[in-house]
């Protein structure tokens, strides 16, 4: 499978607890970005990362929220200290780093703090 | 700050019927806009992609345009059959300073009628 991948698909946590979801994207994809999305809501960014660098964060991301991009392959999302807040389902999706390119989606991974 | 909106937000249509999706945006300074599919619990699937400078885009029983002066495309979608049944998503990319994300409507929920 050649699309983008994320894992794991579901977590279900304990409020206070850390959680981290990996996303790997496209192979040639250098922009990699993270969306969350809450029941009934279409996808609202995150963060997205230009080979290892992260050039923006939504003020969504709260300093709970720490995202990295090691060696611009890999992506990990980390939560500190969950909150039934933060349940949502959580989406990864690469391009090709000029503007006008097809973003592609993984299958997302649904977090539920409880 | 752009909004996306999508009428309607649930539609069930018989099987077999040619039915249109409806977006709005409301800046038009857009790179694209892109429409995708989303099943119940699952991440985004692309559909189409029109670039700011196209008016429509085809695939298969879909066909997707693009009026940027007025802020609105259509999806339209050709002799429905069951396996349409899911969530439409409408994104645009902006241009300017936030030329890297998409910001999404809420969707339009599908529904076919056997």
């Known amino acids: 499978d050649t699309g983008v991948s994320q894992n794991p698909r579901h977590k279900i946590t304990k409020r206070g607890q850390n959680v981290t979801f990996r996303c790997d994207p496209i192979?040639?994809?250098?922009?990699l970005y993270w969306y969350r999305q809450t029941l009934g809501q279409g996808p609202e960014f995150l963060t997205y990362?230009?080979?290892?660098?992260?050039?923006?964060k939504s003020r969504l991301l709260s300093d709970r929220f720490s995202a990295e991009r090691p060696k611009g392959s890999f992506s990990t999302l980390e939560i500190q200290r969950t909150e039934q807040g933060d349940s949502a389902m959580y989406l990864c999706?690469?391009?090709?780093?000029?503007?006008?390119?097809?973003?592609?989606f993984g299958q997302g991974t649904r977090l539920t703090v409880v | 700050k752009q909004e996306v909106t999508q009428i309607p937000a649930a539609l069930s249509v018989p099987e077999g019927e040619n039915l249109v999706l409806n977006c709005s945006f409301t800046?038009?300074?857009?790179?694209?806009l892109q429409w995708f599919r989303q099943d119940p619990g699952k991440g985004l699937t692309s559909l189409l992609l029109?670039?700011?400078?196209?008016r429509e885009q085809t695939s298969g029983r879909l066909n997707a345009s693009l009026d940027k002066s007025s802020g609105r495309s259509t999806l339209y979608i050709a002799a429905s059959q069951p396996g349409d049944s899911a969530t439409y998503l409408c994104?645009?990319?902006?241009?300017?300073?936030?030329?890297?994300?998409?910001?999404f409507g809420k969707g339009t929920l599908l529904t076919m009628n056997p």
């Open positions: 800046d038009s300074a857009i790179y694209n």
């Open positions: 029109i670039q700011s400078s196209q």
């Open positions: 990362f230009q080979n290892e660098a992260q050039l923006e």
């Open positions: 994104a645009v990319k902006g241009s300017g300073g936030s030329n890297y994300k998409l910001t």
């Open positions: 999706a690469s391009n090709v780093g000029t503007l006008n390119t097809e973003a592609f």
């Open positions: 192979s040639e994809h250098n922009r």
